[in-house]
Nanobody, 123 residues
Framework: VQLQASGGGLVPPGSSLRLSCAASGGNFRMYGMGWFRQAPGKEREFISYIRRSGVGTYYADSVKGRFTISRDNAKNTVYLQMNSLKPEDTAVYYC?????????????????WGQGTLVTVSS
């Protein structure tokens, strides 16, 4: 499955953004989906995961309560709703697909990656 992330941009602190990741070329429903981010000079970090059915989600502590992952299997798309954005959320955000079902939080758990979308939180 090929993945295309979109929705990034430059926003002031406290704002909201919704990222989208559209899948094509495969059976989207087979895959759990995750979001990662990578800030300049830092390693890629896990943000959130959603099971292939859409029932069951998991978040990193850094975003819990502010970010919400969801998916629409009819549209082959996974979303990341980001609220109360902070400057430290600035990063390139990546979506990825996985067949691992037991809390996949490592990059090596994921098979395909989108190209990334830049989120910059700054006043």
């Amino acid at each position: 499955v090929q993945l295309q992330a979109s929705g990034g941009g430059l926003v002031p602190p406290g704002s909201s953004l919704r990222l989208s990741c559209a899948a094509s070329g495969g059976n989207f429903r087979m895959y759990g989906m995750g979001w990662f981010r990578q800030a300049p000079g830092k390693e890629r970090e896990f943000i959130s995961y959603i099971r292939r059915s859409g029932v069951g989600t998991y978040y990193a502590d850094s975003v819990k309560g502010r970010f919400t992952i969801s998916r629409d299997n009819a549209k082959n798309t996974v979303y990341l709703q980001m609220n109360s954005l902070k400057p430290e959320d600035t990063a390139v955000y990546y979506c990825a697909s996985t067949l691992t079902v037991n809390m996949p939080t490592r990059t090596e758990d994921y098979l395909q990656w989108g190209q990334g979308t830049l989120v910059t939180v700054s006043s």
